[in-house]
């Protein structure tokens, strides 16, 4: 059980150029999310899915595009990248219900520059 | 939208004193309240977490304590260890909605000085 693993771990691209994050979870979970972390600003939701199939925007979406096409994966594309998009990703995914079930577990993250 | 804010931003204790971290947030209608813990270089672990239902909640030597009034909760680390240290982040989130998505705050970064 690997929970939620991300590639790449790190990755430089030069402006303009583009790539995909993946994410994946093997517990099942419906929920997924992708977060940015910039220093001294936390965690900021990108974009979040609730099922297979289905995205929508979070906080800062802008420069960055989402597909869900199966439910275990949880992909982050950035069409042109840009210097101010240099930062941490993590994914997240969590299972719907109360309690316990409300926690979201983080993958490793991925370190992007953006030179 | 939901806006946490977290202070202190840093925190220095020695071991075995006590930490104590606050959040306060805007959303009335948010309801789960998670503190996660960050050690340089790793991903966010949930450490503890309450629901609004719950005003104080404790595990060991952690603690979380909750005012839905004045919309603010706390997370208290009692005889702090070296191992402690790391950065800790509060969220909040409404788990009623078919979004279920946290807001953080922005961080604190905890060192206990053996």
């Known amino acids: 059980n690997a929970g939620v693993t991300q590639t790449p771990k790190f990755r430089v691209l030069k402006t303009g150029q583009s790539m995909t994050l993946l994410c994946a979870q093997d517990?099942?979970?419906?929920?997924m999310y992708w977060y940015r972390q910039d220093p001294g600003m936390g965690l900021r939701l990108i974009h979040y899915?609730?099922?297979?199939?289905?995205?929508a925007k979070g906080e800062v979406p802008d420069g960055y595009n989402v597909s869900r096409l199966k439910k275990q994966n949880f992909l982050l594309g950035l069409e042109s990248a840009a210097p101010s998009q240099t930062s941490v990703y993590f994914c997240?995914?969590?299972?719907?219900?109360?309690?316990?079930?409300?926690?979201?577990?983080f993958g490793p993250g991925t370190r992007l520059t953006v030179t | 939208g939901e806006n946490v804010e977290q202070h202190p931003s840093t925190l220095s204790v020695q071991e075995g004193d006590s930490a104590v971290i606050k959040c306060t947030y805007s959303?009335?209608?948010?309801?789960?309240f998670p503190w996660y813990k960050q050690e340089l270089g790793k991903r966010p672990q949930l450490i503890i977490d309450?629901?609004?239902?719950?005003g104080e909640k404790k595990d060991q030597r952690i603690a979380v304590t909750l005012n839905k009034t004045a919309k603010h909760f706390s997370l208290h680390i009692t005889e702090t260890q070296p191992e402690d240290s790391a950065v800790y982040f509060c969220?909040?989130?409404?788990?009623?909605?078919?979004?279920?998505?946290?807001?953080f705050g922005s961080g604190t970064r905890l060192q206990v000085q053996p």
């Open positions: 997240a995914s969590s299972s719907p219900g109360r309690d316990r079930a409300s926690e979201q577990y």
């Open positions: 517990m099942n979970h419906e929920y």
């Open positions: 899915s609730v099922g297979e199939g289905t995205t």
């Open positions: 959303d009335s209608a948010s309801n789960y």
């Open positions: 309450i629901r609004s239902n719950v």
């Open positions: 969220a909040a989130g409404n788990m009623d909605t078919g979004r279920r998505a946290l807001t």
